[in-house]
C-alpha cells in the first residue's frame, strides 16, 4: 500500500519540491519489500529443514548438508534476535548487507533441499515401495532409523492391506517373526528378519519373507487338505484366508 501511495506522489504534479525525498522513499520501501520477499521464504525453509536437521539420525546420513543447514541456522536465528531487541523494519533493513546475506543463505538452503531429494531418490531406488509414500512420510522413518517401530504407521502405505509387524515380546527387540492384516489376520514368518541396518535393506528382507511364508503355507495348507467335510472346516479356520480361496 505504501509503495502504491509513493507512485501515486510521484505521478502528482505537485510533488516536484520533493521528488528527490519521494524517490529515496521509493527506493527504500523497494528495498525493503526485496528483504521480507527473501526473509519469509527463509522462514518457510528454515521451518521445514529445522524439524528435519534436529534429529540425530538425519545428522549422520547427511553430515555434509547438517553442517551448512548449522551455518544457516546461526544466521537465522541472529537475525531474528535482533529483530527481537528492535522490531523496526528500517533499523533492521539498514543493517549492511542483508538482503544479499538472505539471498546467500536461501541459496544454500536450496542447496540443501536438492540434496535431501537426492537423498530421499536413492532410498526409493534401493525400497521402490517408499514411492508410495510422500517425503515427510519417509523422512520421519529415516529420522528414526535406531527404532524399527517407526515403520508401523507406514506400513499400510507401502503393503496392500498390511496393518503391521509383529516383533517378539522382548523390550527393543529387532527381531520380526509375523505380520498382521488389516482384518487381524495373523502370518507368522518361515523365518526371523532382522531388523537391522538401513531401514531400505531390512523392508525389502520383510517383503521377500511375506512371499515365502505365504508360498510354505500354500504348500503344507495344500498337503494337509482333508476330505472329510468335518476336517475341512477345522482346516478352513487354521489357515490364511488368501491360501483358502487358492486351493
Known amino acids: 500500500d505504501d509503495q502504491v501511495s509513493i507512485q501515486t506522489m510521484l505521478g502528482s504534479k505537485n510533488v516536484q519540491e520533493i521528488r528527490a525525498e519521494v524517490e529515496e522513499w521509493e527506493q527504500k520501501l523497494s528495498y525493503i519489500s526485496d528483504v521480507i520477499d527473501d526473509w519469509l521464504s527463509c522462514q518457510r525453509q528454515w521451518m521445514y529443514l529445522e524439524n528435519i536437521f534436529s534429529a540425530e539420525d538425519i545428522i549422520k546420513q547427511l553430515p555434509n548438508e547438517s553442517k551448512q543447514f548449522q551455518k544457516v541456522d546461526r544466521f537465522w536465528k541472529d537475525v531474528m534476535a535482533k529483530t527481537h531487541r528492535n522490531p523496526s523494519i528500517l533499523d533492521t533493513c539498514a543493517s549492511e548487507g542483508l538482503l544479499k546475506r538472505f539471498q546467500a543463505n536461501n541459496k544454500m538452503l536450496d542447496e540443501i533441499q536438492k540434496c535431501?531429494?537426492?537423498?530421499?531418490?536413492t532410498k526409493r531406488a534401493a525400497f521402490p515401495r517408499f514411492y508410495f509414500l510422500s517425503n515427510d512420510e519417509l523422512l520421519q522413518i529415516l529420522s528414526q532409523t535406531r527404532n524399527p517401530q517407526a515403520v508401523q504407521p507406514h506400513l499400510r502405505k507401502c503393503f496392500d492391506n498390511m496393518s503391521s509387524i509383529v516383533f517378539t515380546g522382548e523390550k527393543n527387540s529387532k527381531a520380526i517373526i509375523a505380520m498382521i492384516s488389516a482384518?487381524?489376520?495373523?502370518?507368522?514368518?518361515?523365518?526371523?528378519?532382522m531388523a537391522e541396518g538401513p531401514v531400505e535393506f531390512w523392508l525389502t528382507e520383510i517383503e521377500k519373507m511375506m512371499v515365502k511364508s505365504l508360498y510354505d503355507k500354500c504348500k503344507h495348507s495344500y498337503e494337509v487338505y482333508p476330505d472329510n467335510a468335518l476336517e475341512r472346516r477345522e482346516w478352513f479356520?487354521?489357515?490364511?484366508a488368501q491360501l483358502i480361496l487358492i486351493i
Open 183 to 193: 482384518d487381524g489376520e495373523r502370518v507368522d514368518f518361515s523365518r526371523t528378519v
Open 237 to 240: 479356520f487354521s489357515h490364511p
Open 116 to 121: 535431501l531429494e537426492d537423498y530421499l531418490e
